[in-house]
């Protein structure tokens, strides 16, 4: 069986690349039954794309561009934005709900650094499950895909030339497959699972950076974390996530006195880009003085029909938000970095290509736009497919290969809180060699299992990167370097990671 194409992952980019990789046979695999496990299905604001009549794609360039301090690369962001009409479209074909108005345009919500309202979205806040719902449908009507639910993809097989020859695999009863294939799709997300708070699914761990990397696959930018500002901050992990969307109805951010602390923070006040809110709603949390998201005038009695899934969470944690501000925290949200692809998705190593989440095009630089993560897994999910379906299969020899060992839970947690603590919305020297000093502990102690691996890429590049962009801030280098840079770092090169040398005092938190 070595001619099918692998997929690893039934998020939007996995399953978009399998709709559209016919006449190829193709096999999904997914751990958790379809439409769970995935951050697709979480999604809330909707997908970003210039369907308005004062918006263009050069202008949905241009956001993206800004918004990604420097490192977004200018073709992947033209791309995208290019693409973006085409592929509402294509997913409205497949019945996804997207909201329409009494005169047949889309109704787009604003985000923020987007300059005008251009997220298409579906019920509010219900974009991620009902693009999911729709994709389901398709997929499981498609002769030329099989889904594996309850398959978990457990490491890659290297292939005697160099590459990859296929997918070690673990079915729903525990039994281990080496399932060959010429090509393999990774598709399987975030990493944002390895921080102490997230709000995408926990398992979401980075285990495809892990594996790529152990074929030789470059990571880039593993430093550029995405911090999402309104996290509903009630003691739950994952954290259910207040959409941006709301700001964007002008819901706004106070402090427990009732003061608007984004107004002295950035001109665009609670529509800043999201790594500034991040960080000042990070600050309010440290200090003491609380962030609190006010829809009460914004939204106020219409809550429950126009975002019942943040109305849902709020009431469950006995916050009414028709008339209580939410309290809110920074969570992981997005992982801007990953695996090096081409425009194609194709990762270099021979068979190994990568798309959506787990994948860097360097379409979102060190800071994504809002809204743009379901753009991409549909634009780069598709030249994917595009490119995999003029690809002939090459002879694979598939070598032993056995899955990294699991790291147990108490060490995970332990991470975890390291991740939260060192590598969160403000960073430094110190804390990352502590948080390397640790990785490197746990490494002795248990191997290296691929949360390990993954979260030595973050620390390794955010140690290495000495200045303050995007999503990465530096307290102890604040400013910004005049040229932009990307970082590349192969598993041996983030393993030459050291910590600095640190003095031995805990830091005052
Ligand atoms: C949100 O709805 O605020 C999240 C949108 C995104 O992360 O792109």
Known sequence: MTHPLIIVGAGIAGLWTALHAAPRRVIVLTGAPLGTGSSTGWAQGGVAAALGDDDSPALHARDTIAAGAGLVD????????????????????????????????????????????????????????????????????????????GWRAAGLIPDLAG?????????????????????????????????????????????????????????????????????????????????????????????????????????????APRDVVARAVHRQVKTGRGAFLDARAAVGAEFPERFPAVFAACMAAGIDPRAQPIPVAPAAHYHMGGIAT??????????????????????????????????????????????????????????????????????LHELRGAMALYAGVERDGAGLSRLLTLIDALDDLHGQTDALVAARFVAAGGLLREESRGGHFR???????????????????ANAVAPMTIPLAEPAE
């Open 74 to 149: 200018e073709a992947a962001a033209h791309l995208l934005a290019e693409a973006g009409p085409a592929e509402i479209e294509a997913l409205y074909g497949f019945s996804a709900p997207f909201e329409r108005e009494a005169d047949g345009s889309w109704s787009l919500s604003r985000e923020a650094a987007h300059s005008t309202a251009r997220v298409a979205r579906v019920k509010g806040d219900q974009a991620g499950a009902g693009i999911l719902a729709a994709l389901i449908r398709a997929v499981r009507a498609t002769p030329h895909i099989e889904i594996r639910e």
């Open 163 to 271: 590459g990859c020859a296929g997918v070690i695999a673990f079915d729903a009863d525990g039994l281990r497959h080496d399932l060959l294939a010429s090509d393999v799709v990774l598709a399987t997300g975030s990493l944002c699972g390895l921080f102490g708070v997230t709000t995408t699914p926990a398992s979401s761990q980075g285990q495809a950076l892990a594996w790529a990397a152990r074929l030789g696959a470059v990571i880039q930018d593993p430093e550029f974390v995405q911090f999402h500002p309104t996290a509903i901050d009630v003691g739950r992990d994952p954290a259910p996530l207040a959409t941006e969307a709301l700001r964007g109805e002008g819901a706004l951010l106070i402090d427990r006195s009732g003061h608007r602390f984004m107004r002295g923070v950035h001109a665009d006040a609670e529509l």
């Open 342 to 411: 081409d425009l194609d998705g194709y990762t270099g190593v021979p068979g190994l290509w990568a798309a959506g989440e787990c994948a860097s095009t360097g379409v979102h630089g060190a800071n994504r736009l809002a809204s743009n993560s379901l753009l991409e897994g549909l634009v780069f999910g598709r030249r994917a497919a595009e490119a995999l379906k003029l690809t002939s299969a090459r002879p694979i020899t598939p070598l032993p290969a056995e899955p990294a060992p699991a790291l147990p839970a108490d060490a």
């Open 475 to 493: 307290a102890d280098h604040p400013a910004t370097d005049i040229a932009a840079v990307h970082t590349r770092l192969t598993l041996a090169g």
